[in-house]
């Protein structure tokens, strides 16, 4: 795409002040913010605008918040309290291949995507995203263990489990300050890597020998993973933190019983660091626009 | 020293409760405790005993609260409300040769162990011990910058002043993170080190022409080095944290004037990890005490 | 499988003596060595017996050498100056569902071991063993690029091409050395990894602009990507050191007229750790015996 | 200093080569060169000069080879066969106060320089050079493990003797390569700092428990260490590297007896980064010319 881009953001969430100050950077893009009207903080050469008021047909690209939209047409707009409903109508009023982003998708919101030939793009899908967001989750695991412990992150042992785009950044940043990190997994290939990278590994069906010993345990497998039996190994003082989205793969129960601290914790990046987390979605919007 | 060691206890916090369990694993000691009768906690084969009726004369060895005594021969007892002053008295009832260990000394107490003959031991003036603590003071530092920011570490440059005990790890770990790290220092051998750890580095002279372009700047140099000519190149939403001892190095005022955030972050071993800050005290007492 | 495990390793290089070594420490494992006559090295428990006395029809599992079978049906045999064929007569004795291991399979062998229903395991296209394999393969590129450079690899810019198997080890290893790190690669998520591990990354697309600025390039990409334009940019005191299998990815012609060192650097596992290379071929075989 | 400083370079080695290079860019320095008349190679603005043309009394800064003057006055010209002699009446015609760099001196070079107030500046003594030529050698004793076992540095485990300026260096270099690192040193700050480091350490004294596990010994204590106490335990397969000077740390004949092969590795920098080497002399002799 070249010449000039029409664009709205309609909804969002902290990220988003950072991804529409990024955006607004770009000279060859017109920006509309809806469902901002909150904010103190103006953006040059950026305008807000009621959704009512948007011209829908003349839209090249869309950009929703990260849950994308509710089975009722309904957006999260945080900086903002008038309710924002898409409807079906208002699809059909889009420019054919125009691009939408979200984080992720809804049933919703993919089927009238598609219906009008609109482009989605649901940004927390992709590989590259999934893997510069696991940058500040595991910032955020990392401060969470040293919140939620009496004792230092080095020197303790430490289990992840996966080592998929979030477990192997949690792995390699608890190994580089120090933690004894224990990684299990279920493919040989990642058994390799561990290893390659310095640290211990295991089959997850080996997974209750290796509680027992464990100071810390990093879950970030969305599979019911961490089970009574694992846990009844582990130590009391010993903390859980599980990153796997809901319903997440702890037995939250049964830890509570043992009297283990386990956290749920999710949107860490969100939470942690909305301005670098902004910017991971600036830079994949921009890109993506070009190469579309 | 063989056979049965006589010790106590005096005083202490958080810390302390790590340090009397590991010391009580030893078969060899017999250990009284004061100043912890608001503890729930028992500890096997450890005795409380009020202050009046330690039997003072058959004493091998004293471990007093890390800031030591007071000037007027106070005591610091975080587990007690009970007052407990020590005595010129006291101390000259002392067998010859007593160890006494404490964190820090005083002149009241630097005086009279000396009236005595006893050996005194200030455990935090020890090369050894200032580095292990300077592990949770790192791990403190982290959790700051990641509560204090809106972004990661990773990616961010961070400015370290100081390569000495605390400095070392702190750089070395921040740049585990991902951080840029670049490290201020008055000597030759400090920058050469810091570049043989893939480090940036300068002479504090010039620490104006860094202060500019940083995101997080970590002071750990016990003198006024973060002047006002330092602190009105920085971003205003860049972070200050001060690890060096009251009164820290950093001119507070104006960074607030500037709209600088600046902690003074002291005591954060004892703080995010007492458990590992009161192992490290009964390694190294242990220690001491087979080698003395 | 349990019990006794018939085995027979017909030929092999140096890195087969550390995988017997390793295999005859089983219990259960009867083995026999073809191919190894000119061994003085003894192993307990092992026979070395003549091609054709072995009794074929017997055996569990037969491992060949790492290039497998030739079109003749040929095998390499370090050890031996006998020739040794095998033919399709030969394969019509095996026990059906009988494991074959080699390093790599020709057409030879595949159709040949697929018609009488062994199954055969090429372990050198396995994920686990080419990850493992990286490890010795970093090391002799680590070893080329210091004997080949009068400069350190701290500090000098390396760029590696490729970010699979090889390349993430390649690169991880030279940057904990200190090198400044470029990774090329053509996914985005492979950015995206590469940065998240502190690296600088770009498309292959872009190769050119970063050429000219590296002092040493470490190609993985088994693909003609070291063009003319490539090397065209590149300091002729600048190093090459190519690890992809042949044809490689270099114009090794055009590097010589601009007269740059460029190396083919193959077979790396079996010339800077023989031992290692023969410990992880026993490691997996040991866990495929069992798993299959 | 300012203005123009006259400069000599009288003999040298392959180092000086980079130095010579680096040097001759700095405007302000008029460089006269001795004893490299059979160099092909030459450089912008300098002057090759013979020994007895040289006007000593003017020159400000006089650059000697590294091992300085021998006790008769003879120096190292590596690129001459023309033998030079400096002798005690050619330091009276030196002006007073100009600087003479070496890398270490001698009784005969120390003393002539007192003698006539030159300042006397031996490179290798100082702390800075000492560090940043640890990493040439840790990478010197890199190629040498790799070149000299048939197992990767990686998951071997490496006993480092000495966590002093080299010691450093190569612990943290051979850990980040993947190996299990073991710190041999005399003080408790070392211990733990070797520890903070993620490493495992011991006191010397405990030298004899730890050889037997080891794979790779690397000495860089100046002093016999390494006893025939300590050879006893090793594996015959185990490799040494000594990297402490003349006479080194190894008993060599003990080693021999018991087929350990031990390596006495020296002049690593020079060896296998002359231009690295070079660069480091350069970079120390331009800021001690500010400096001074
Ligand atoms: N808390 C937060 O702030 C936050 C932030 C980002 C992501 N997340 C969540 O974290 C989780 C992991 O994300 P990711 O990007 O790392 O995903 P991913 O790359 O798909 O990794 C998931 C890992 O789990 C393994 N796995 C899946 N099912 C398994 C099972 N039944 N048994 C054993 N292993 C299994 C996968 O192995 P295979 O590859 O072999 O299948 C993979 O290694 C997701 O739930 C994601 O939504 C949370
Ligand atoms: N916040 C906490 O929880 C916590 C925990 C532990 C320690 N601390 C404090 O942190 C500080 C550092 O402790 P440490 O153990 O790292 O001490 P250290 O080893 O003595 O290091 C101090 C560093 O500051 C440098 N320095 C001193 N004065 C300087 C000056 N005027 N200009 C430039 N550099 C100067 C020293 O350089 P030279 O070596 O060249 O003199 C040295 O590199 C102390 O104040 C200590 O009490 C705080
Ligand atoms: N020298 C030695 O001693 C030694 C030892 C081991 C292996 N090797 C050789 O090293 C090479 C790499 O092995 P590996 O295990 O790392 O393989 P791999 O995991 O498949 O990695 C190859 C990499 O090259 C990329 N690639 C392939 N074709 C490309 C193209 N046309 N343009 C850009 N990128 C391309 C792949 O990207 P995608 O994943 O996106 O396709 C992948 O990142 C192989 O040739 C192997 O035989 C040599
Ligand atoms: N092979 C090469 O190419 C090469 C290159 C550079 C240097 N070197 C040589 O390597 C050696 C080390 O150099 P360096 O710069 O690291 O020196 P350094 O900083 O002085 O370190 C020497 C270490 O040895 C320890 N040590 C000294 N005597 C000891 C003893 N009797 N017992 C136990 N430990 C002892 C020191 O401990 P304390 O600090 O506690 O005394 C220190 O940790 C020197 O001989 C140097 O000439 C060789």
């Not at 003082?237 to 599980?242: G, K, M, Q």
Request: aromatic share 6%; hydrophobic share 40%.
């Amino acid at each position: 795409m070249d010449s000039m881009i029409r664009m709205a953001i309609i909804g969002g969430d902290a990220r988003y002040l950072e991804l529409i100050k990024k955006l607004s950077e770009k000279e060859n893009y017109y920006m509309e913010l809806v469902g901002f009207d909150q904010l103190d903080q103006g953006f040059t050469g950026v305008k807000q605008t009621n959704f009512d008021e948007l011209e829908v047909e003349d839209l090249d690209v869309i950009i929703l918040p990260i849950p994308g939209i509710d089975e009722d047409g309904y957006i999260e707009t945080v900086f903002s309290n008038k309710k924002i409903q898409i409807t079906k109508n208002w699809f059909n009023k889009l420019k054919k291949g125009c691009l939408i982003f979200s984080g992720i998708t809804t049933p919703y919101l993919s089927s009238n995507a598609e219906k009008v030939n609109a482009r989605l793009l649901p940004l927390m899908q992709r590989d590259d995203v999934a893997i510069y967001n696991s940058i500040p989750t595991t910032e955020g695991a990392i401060m969470l263990a040293i919140q939620h412990t009496n004792f230092t992150i080095h020197s303790s042992r430490v289990l992840v489990l996966g080592l998929g785009r979030v477990g192997h950044s949690v792995a390699s940043k608890f190994a580089g300050l120090g933690a004894d990190v224990v990684v299990g997994t279920k493919k040989d290939k990642d058994i390799a890597r561990a290893i390659e990278m310095g640290l211990e590994a295991f089959h997850m069906e080996e997974l209750t020998a290796y509680t027992g010993q464990c100071d810390i345990l990093i879950n970030t497998i969305p599979a019911k993973v961490v089970t009574e039996g694992a846990l009844n190994q582990m130590k009391s003082n010993a903390l859980i933190i599980d990153l796997a989205s809901k319903p997440g793969g702890v037995d939250f129960n049964h830890a509570k019983q043992r009297g283990i601290t386990a956290l749920q914790a999710l949107g860490l990046p969100g939470m942690v660091a909305p301005k670098t987390a902004g910017e991971i979605l600036a830079k994949t919007i921009n890109q993506l626009i070009i190469t579309q």
